[in-house]
């Protein structure tokens, strides 16, 4: 079985700030690891992905997570906060290979003041 | 269209009542994928097709919910009965090959 913690519900950051976003995963298996951002009335949008190889990840919009097996974690950073990362982040884990369904924390919602 | 849409965007029903919810996956697309998310959750796995076939259905809650898709695009997940509980953003996500999930903008469920 696998799951994802996401400690605390709400984080807010100022306008420029660091963007500190954690993910701890609980898996049997190598994991596949991910980030989805939801926009508000929007669908989830992936943000970036870990799968093999490199464990420092970049994604869209600035944000990078890396893969820290050790720890199991799977940290989400961006140096600078823009008001137009406000929004939900779900960190989610699966198992290894294509298709595997997603197994997703509860989320952090994210605000950033100017 | 470009990604996954999902119809209705919002559907009030009674308690007891049989719903629809329909998924239009990204053209092309071979595996589609059905999540429900209730109110300050993460999205939770219900069931995945490979094609036409159910290639993994372990996350339905029970035998009220039901999906299907004939032709291997177009999929619709079925209700029966339902309950308050039931009550949630019902989410739709396809994918071609690989890990990349595209999901939809999803159904707002509510049973009064």
């Known amino acids: 079985a696998q799951s994802v913690t996401q400690l605390g519900s709400h984080v807010s950051v100022s306008e420029g700030a660091l963007v500190l976003l954690r993910c701890n995963y609980s898996?049997?298996?190598?994991?596949?690891l991910f980030w989805y951002v939801q926009y508000p009335n929007q669908g989830l949008q992936l943000l970036l992905k870990?799968?093999?190889?490199?464990?420092l990840v970049k994604g869209i919009n600035g944000f990078e997570a890396e893969f820290k097996k050790s720890e199991t974690s799977f940290h989400l950073t961006k140096p600078s906060a823009h008001m137009s990362d406000a929004a939900e982040y779900f960190c989610?884990?699966?198992?290894?290979?294509?298709?595997?369904?997603?197994?997703f924390g509860k989320g952090i919602t994210l605000s950033v003041r100017p | 269209g470009a990604g996954v849409s999902q119809t209705p965007s919002n559907k009030v029903t009674e308690k007891g009542k049989y719903v629809e919810l329909r998924c239009d996956p990204i053209?092309?697309?071979?595996?589609l994928y059905w999540y429900r998310q209730s109110l300050g959750q993460g999205p939770e796995f219900l069931i995945y097709?490979?094609?036409?076939?159910?290639?993994?259905d372990s996350g339905l809650p029970n035998d009220r919910f039901f999906a299907v898709r004939p032709e291997g695009s177009v999929s619709t997940l079925k209700i029966q009965r339902t309950e308050r509980g039931d009550s949630a953003v019902y989410l739709c996500?396809?994918?071609?090959?690989?890990?990349?999930?595209?999901f939809g903008p999803g159904t707002r469920l509510t049973v009064l």
């Open positions: 996500a396809s994918s071609l090959t690989g890990t990349s999930k595209f």
């Open positions: 898996s049997s298996v190598p994991p596949y």
């Open positions: 870990y799968t093999t190889g490199a464990t």
């Open positions: 989610a884990v699966s198992e290894s290979g294509a298709n595997s369904k997603l197994t």
């Open positions: 053209s092309g697309h071979t595996a």
């Open positions: 097709f490979q094609g036409t076939g159910a290639a993994d």
